[in-house]
């Protein structure tokens, strides 16, 4: 099982959206990295911290885990995409503030200046420490 960070802007598609839909398709990612990452590391069971980009503030709303893994989208199949699934939403959103200084997430992707990757990778203790944080 892997762990990742999703993220998407609560204009767009926000984690209330995504416990209403029950699951949803991830698709309209035009970023070749993480499109490798779905298509080719993604599988089925795969924990995902939902995050909410571009917000105020931008951080970790929920979670998320991968139903179907990586398949092509239809408009164009150079494009890839998978399907997720509401597991929960925190009560308050872990702001990325909170993430930059809480000890463990230190080497967090999204932590460092200039991560603007949409889906990156998460370690298990990375995960774990931000669903504390979200379930306090």
Do not use: H
């Not at 204009?11 to 490798?36: E, K, P």
């Not at 990452?37 to 571009?54: I, N, T």
């Not at 979670?63 to 997720?84: F, Q």
């Amino acid at each position: 099982m892997k762990y990742w960070l999703m993220k998407s802007e609560p204009s767009a598609y926000s984690i209330d959206d995504l416990r209403r839909d029950g699951t949803t398709s991830w698709n309209g990612v035009r970023n070749f990295q993480a499109r490798n990452y779905m298509r080719d590391e993604m599988r089925a069971g795969d924990k995902v911290l939902f995050y909410a980009s571009s917000a105020d503030p931008s951080g970790v709303t929920g979670l998320a885990e991968v139903v179907k893994e990586g398949y092509p989208e239809k408009e164009d199949p150079n494009w890839s995409m998978v399907d997720i699934q509401f597991v929960s939403k925190f009560r308050n959103i872990v702001p990325l503030e909170t993430l930059k200084s809480t000890r463990g997430l230190e080497n967090m992707v999204v932590t460092k200046k200039g991560s603007r990757l949409s889906i990156q990778p998460v370690t298990k203790g990375e995960y774990e420490i931000v669903v504390k944080l979200g379930k306090k």
